[in-house]
């Protein structure tokens, strides 16, 4: 069984940057997709970006096209999120995901914190 743990949340000024991880430990897969969702007080939880781990290709919602960028490091099997010019409606928790389809849902990690300040 996969498990994921986040890393790499906290409080950041609008504008800034933050960089999440998210380890894989237990049985690794790598014909699957990892990708993040995040969750805003009060609202559902939201889509943000996956990758395909196979080829590498990345997909993105249009509220963070351009601002944050998903990689995925081959040898240890970490992926990222890159988080640039952050807003004060970035704020939320953030979950690493792993599955076979878009977006990915089938494991879930515990979530990280994401503050953005304005």
């Known amino acids: 069984q996969v498990q994921l743990e986040e890393s790499g949340g906290g409080l950041v000024q609008a504008g800034g940057s933050l960089r999440l991880s998210c380890t894989a430990s237990?049985?690794?897969?790598?014909?699957?997709?990892r990708g993040w969702f995040r969750q805003a007080p009060g609202k559902e939880r939201e889509w943000v970006a996956a990758?395909?781990?196979?080829?590498?290709?990345?997909y993105y919602a249009d509220s963070v096209k351009g601002r944050f960028t998903i990689s995925r490091d081959r040898a240890t099997n970490v992926v990222y999120l890159q988080m640039n010019n952050l807003k004060p409606e970035d704020t939320a928790v953030y979950y690493c995901?792993?599955?076979?389809?878009?977006?990915?849902?089938?494991?879930w990690g515990q979530g990280t914190q994401v503050t953005v300040s304005s």
């Open positions: 995901t792993g599955g076979s389809n878009l977006p990915p849902q089938h494991i």
């Open positions: 237990g049985r690794t897969y790598s014909s699957h997709i």
């Open positions: 990758i395909r781990q196979s080829n590498s290709y990345t």
